[in-house]
C-alpha cells in the first residue's frame, strides 16, 4: 500500500523514500497533505540555499521529511556554528533560533512561529543572573541553553543536558572552585549533582513537559510492560531517573535504542520523539505515555513553508547581547565533543547530592 499510494499521489521519486519511513508513523490521509508541503519546502530550500535544523521533538514529517541537520540541543548549535546556508529554519522553538542567530549573526535566522517558547527559558531574566552573581561573587555561572541569549549574555558557560556534567566540573576546575552556579533547571541540576562532587547551586526553573513525570507512573509501566527498558531525559525529576533504566538526552536515548535495540522501549520525554526514532527501528516496540511540549508543537509543515516562501519570522539579537552570549555557547562548543552521547551514569550515581536553591 505504501508503494501505491506515493505513487497514486503522483510523488515518487525522492520522496518515495520518506513515504516508506513514515508509513507506520502517519496516516495516507495525513500522508496526501505532507506530501506536497515536504516537496514544495525541499524545493525552497534548495533555491533559497537553505537548511533546516530540526530538534528530535519535532513532529515525524518534519524530521524525517524535511530536516537537514536532526538531533538534540547541543547537535543543531554545532550544526549552526558549521553550516554555509545563507538561510537557517529552527524547527523547533525561540531560544534554539537565538543561539543559532548569535553563533551566526551574519546568517538569516527564522523561525516558523514566534510564540514557540519555553518554561525553562522563561522562568530567568538577565537581571536575575546579574542579582545572583552579585549574592555569589567569584561563582562561575553554568547556564542550560534553554534560556534566552540575554541570560546567556550574563553567563560564563552554556551546557545542555547532553554535557552539563563535562561543563559543570570545567567551570569549577578552570575557576578553582568547588561550586558553580547552574541556571535555571533545578531538576537537571539535580540530576546533574548525582554524577559530581561539585556543589551545585541551582534556580527553581522545571521543563513543563518533563516536570509531570513521576516515579508512579515508571511503577505503572514496569506492572504493565515488566520487560520494557524504560529511558528518561534529565530533565525528568530525579525519583524518576532513579527508578529508570537509563537517562540521557534526546540523541543519547535515540543512541540507545539503535545500537542496542531493546524488543519493547519506553521514552520518558516529548511526544514525537518515541515517533521519530520508532521510523528507524522496526523491530523495537515503542510503549508511549508522553508528553507534548506545546512549543514544540507550534512547529508545522505549513509554518515552515511560510518561512521560507516569505522569509519570516526572523529571529534578531542585539550585537552587544549577542558577542557576550557567543563566550558562553562557544566556550561549550569548543569543549571537546564525548565519543558517544553521554549517559547519566544511575548505578554509580552519588547518594550524597549537594544541591542549593537560589
Ligand atoms: P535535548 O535535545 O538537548 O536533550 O533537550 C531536550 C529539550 O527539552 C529541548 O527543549
Ligand atoms: Fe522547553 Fe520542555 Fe518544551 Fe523543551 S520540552 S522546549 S525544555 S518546555
Request: charged share 25%; aromatic share 6%.
Amino acid at each position: 500500500m505504501a508503494d501505491g499510494f506515493a505513487q497514486g499521489a503522483g510523488l515518487e521519486g525522492p520522496l518515495d523514500a520518506v513515504w516508506q519511513k513514515l508509513s507506520r508513523q502517519v496516516t495516507p490521509l495525513e500522508w496526501r497533505a505532507h506530501a506536497p508541503l515536504i516537496e514544495a519546502i525541499n524545493r525552497l530550500k534548495a533555491e533559497k540555499n537553505a537548511v533546516i535544523l530540526a530538534h528530535n521533538y519535532m513532529t515525524p514529517e518534519i524530521f524525517h521529511g524535511v530536516g537537514d541537520f536532526v538531533g538534540d540541543s547541543l547537535g543543531l548549535a554545532r550544526e549552526a556554528a558549521r553550516t554555509d546556508a545563507r538561510i537557517i529554519v529552527q524547527a523547533g522553538v525561540h531560544f534554539m533560533a537565538e543561539t543559532s542567530k548569535v553563533l551566526c549573526p551574519d546568517k538569516t535566522v527564522l523561525i516558523p512561529d514566534l510564540r514557540a517558547g519555553c518554561s525553562l527559558a522563561a522562568s530567568i531574566t538577565g537581571a536575575d543572573v546579574r542579582l545572583i552573581r552579585e549574592r555569589h561573587p567569584g561563582l562561575p555561572v553554568v547556564t542550560y541553553v534553554n534560556t534566552s541569549a540575554e541570560v546567556k549574555a550574563e553567563s560564563d558557560v552554556c551546557c545542555t543536558s547532553a554535557n552539563a556534567v563535562q561543563v559543570v566540573e570545567w567551570a569549577a576546575k578552570t575557576w578553582g572552585v568547588d561550586r558553580v552556579i547552574m541556571l535555571p533547571d533545578e531538576f537537571l541540576a539535580r540530576n546533574v549533582a548525582r554524577q559530581t562532587a561539585v556543589k551545585i547551586l541551582t534556580w527553581k526553573g522545571r521543563c513543563e513537559v518533563h516536570e509531570r513525570f513521576d516515579a508512579a507512573d515508571i511503577a505503572e509501566i514496569r506492572a504493565s510492560w515488566p520487560d520494557a527498558e524504560v529511558l528518561a531525559h534529565p530533565e525528568c525529576p530525579p525519583e524518576v531517573l532513579e527508578a529508570a533504566d537509563f537517562a540521557g538526552s534526546t540523541a543519547a536515548m535515540t543512541n540507545y535504542v539503535m545500537s542496542r535495540k531493546p524488543k519493547r522501549v519506553v521514552l520518558i520525554t516529548e511526544c514525537s520523539m518515541a515517533d521519530n526514532v520508532a521510523a528507524d527501528a522496526p523491530e523495537t516496540e515503542f510503549v508511549r505515555p508522553c508528553n507534548l511540549c506545546p512549543h514544540m508543537k507550534r512547529i508545522s509543515l505549513q509554518n515552515i513553508h511560510d518561512a521560507l516562501l516569505n522569509e519570516q519570522f526572523e529571529v534578531t539579537v542585539p550585537e552587544a547581547i549577542a558577542e557576550r552570549a557567543r563566550l558562553s555557547v562557544q566556550r561549550m562548543i569548543d569543549l571537546p565533543p564525548p565519543a558517544k552521547p553521554a549517559r547519566y551514569d544511575l548505578v554509580k550515581a552519588r547518594h550524597h547530592v549537594d544541591v542549593e536553591l537560589l
